[in-house]
């Protein structure tokens, strides 16, 4: 065992903002081993890991087994053992199983063991967060001496609110904060994390190191963006947004505390670039981490499966993207043609799966049964519900994922068709309202975000863009044939969603009161169909699903 160094003046600090997949306790313990021998290659003093990273967060009720609290337990005690060759020490998160219960907990290595473990207090227990349901509050902390310096490790939650867990470790002697987080993006985290940090820079009068996870995790992506700021509120560095990395902060002990020198300052992507990077972040981790090695999508000619074509290029490469069109008698000459183009300019497998045939056979089929009756919804479903069997077939013949391509205006409303076009494993926009669906086409067809994988240009036909949307399942169909105009629901919809808004306070933004009722009585409907439909990237602070649980069976409506 190494003895630990004392640093004097200079601390060196490696922040590592990293791609951990929940339940891969040996290949996160790699990223581990791999993260700080690159700190070590740069001179770090410590290297500093994000919540839970060697479980990979959020594990839910993976922490209720034992023999995954174990495994867990094993691999932080090998990467103490690392720490032996008188390299960095380590700061990382990790579940335990503690005398009291189960613990979400980060633990400090150096000179071959364990220093200290200390455990998070304020577990979350609203939103995407039900850390209350599987761990155990921890003690409140006191800071922890690592080669002569007082550090205070609060976790994620406990720099949010007002328990006072940052100003008691600065009581307790701590001479800088160094929090290791679990922060999902939504639109606009980057300001309200900065706010944040601030103010508990500002109570404390020290430093602080903001280490973000990286990664897409099902509904989840965890957007890196780590930071700090000096005690004198100044940005010290930002790391950069939806990519890994580790930097190196450089401190020095000063008569009025630590202080780092200002390091890299990345660029940060305005809205619609991070809205567009978290959804092909979200949509390449959920297929690779789940062992898909290619995905296949209906074409329609459309602007949402335009844009999800677009993703799946952009994430994974056109050579793993196959594109259908699947044309019934009232597919329109348009729709041919925008679906081609935009499968050739992104460079895709393109195929034409005609569905009268079988459109045919299961109204032959049906034909007795519904003597008498007029054509109506259920024809309309039928051809929807074939496409979505034959996505299906492609996907088991071929063992590609279904991509499914429905916007959040039709997930509010119920405009999808249950066994139809909501088949499907995995949904890249679900989180996104039809008029962002439109905004990224715009952004996208004049930018290539960075990492993605498809080409430059107009990928994404203009007439797609600019014809009226349509689901085609009769002659001359338009969507706004019997929804308002998607600026309106948008509007409509938003304020009963995000903002949880009366009905009352939405007619007074302008909106005609029926059609406001309306709305609200098909939200609250659709509910089932919801349950049902596969998990797609969070954009927004209240995403269905995780955010937004509301009874299938519910008969409030707001008169």
């Known amino acids: 065992m ?3 160094k004392t640093i004097s003046t200079t601390f060196r600090i490696a922040v590592a903002q990293l791609n951990p997949a929940v339940g891969d306790v040996v290949g996160n313990l790699a990223k581990a081993r791999e993260a700080r021998a690159d700190a070590a290659r740069s001179g770090a003093d410590l290297l500093l890991l994000t919540e839970l990273f060697i479980s990979g967060y959020p594990p839910e009720d993976l922490v209720l087994k034992p023999a995954f609290l174990k495994a867990c337990q094993k691999a932080v005690d090998a990467l103490a053992a690392d720490t032996a060759d008188g390299g960095p020490g380590v700061i990382v998160g990790f579940p335990r199983q503690g005398e009291t219960g189960r ?3 980060v633990a400090v290595l150096d000179g071959g063991q364990v220093l200290v473990v200390r455990d998070k207090v304020d577990l979350p227990n609203y939103g995407e967060f039900d850390e209350k349901r599987v761990f155990t509050e921890g003690a409140m902390p006191g800071p922890v001496n690592f080669r002569g310096v007082r550090l205070g490790i609060p976790i994620c939650e406990e720099i949010w609110n007002d328990m ?8 307790s002697g701590a001479e800088m904060l160094l929090v290791p987080n679990g922060s999902p993006y939504y639109r606009g985290k980057i300001d309200v994390r900065h706010q944040i940090v601030l103010r508990q820079v500002i109570e404390t009068g020290l430093p602080m190191i903001f280490a973000n996870q990286l990664g897409g995790q099902d509904e989840l992506v965890f957007d890196g963006a780590s930071f700090a700021f000096n005690a004198d509120r100044q940005l010290a560095f930002q790391m950069s947004q939806f990519e890994e990395g580790i930097f190196v902060s450089e401190w020095s002990r000063t008569s009025e505390g630590w202080v780092c020198s200002q390091g890299m300052m990345s660029r940060l992507p305005q809205q619609e670039e991070a809205d567009y990077r978290a ?15 290619n995905v296949v999508l209906g074409l329609s000619g459309g602007i949402d499966s335009a844009i999800c074509a677009a ?6 490469g056109e050579e793993r993207v196959r594109t259908v069109m699947l044309p019934y008698r009232y597919t329109s000459s348009d729709s041919f043609k925008d679906a081609e183009e935009c499968a050739k300019a992104l460079g895709c497998r393109y195929d034409v799966v005609p569905i009268e045939e079988p459109v045919q056979g299961f109204l032959g089929a049906l034909s007795e049964m519904f003597e008498g009756t007029e054509q109506g919804v259920t024809e309309e479903n039928l051809q929807s519900r074939t496409r979505g069997t034959i996505l299906m077939a492609l996907s088991n013949k071929f063992g590609s994922m279904v991509v499914t391509t429905g916007n959040k205006s039709e997930m509010s ?5 249950l066994y139809g076009d909501m088949n499907g494993g995995f949904n890249p926009i679900k989180d996104l309202y039809k008029m962002q669906v439109y905004s990224l086409a715009r952004w ?5 975000p960075p990492g993605a994988l498809g080409p430059s240009g107009e990928v994404i036909p203009k007439n797609i863009i600019d014809k009226a949307p349509s689901a085609e399942l009769r002659p001359n169909q338009t969507d706004q044939d019997s929804l308002p105009p998607y600026p309106v629901l948008d509007d409509i919809l938003e304020c009963l969603v995000e903002k949880e ?32 439909s596969a998990p797609g990237v969070k954009i927004t602070k209240k995403n269905f699903g995780r955010d937004r649980r509301y009874p299938i069976t519910n008969r409030f409506r707001d008169r």
């Not at 959804?279 to 090695?293: A, S």
């Not at 029926?514 to 659709?526: D, F, M, N």
């Open 444 to 448: 996208r067809n004049t930018t290539v």
């Open 413 to 417: 409303v119920g405009y999808a068709t």
């Open 2 to 4: 190494t003895a630990q």
């Open 279 to 293: 959804c092909m972040l979200g949509f390449r981790d959920y297929v690779n981490k789940n062992g898909f090695k």
């Open 311 to 316: 993703l799946a290029v952009d994430a994974l």
């Open 164 to 171: 006072g867990i940052c100003e008691t470790l600065a009581e």
């Open 103 to 105: 613990h979400n907990s």
């Open 501 to 532: 808004m009366s009905t009352e306070e939405i007619v007074a933004r302008g909106h005609d009161e029926a059609t406001v009722h309306r709305i609200e009585h098909l939200l609250y409907i659709a509910e089932y169909k919801r349950r049902q």
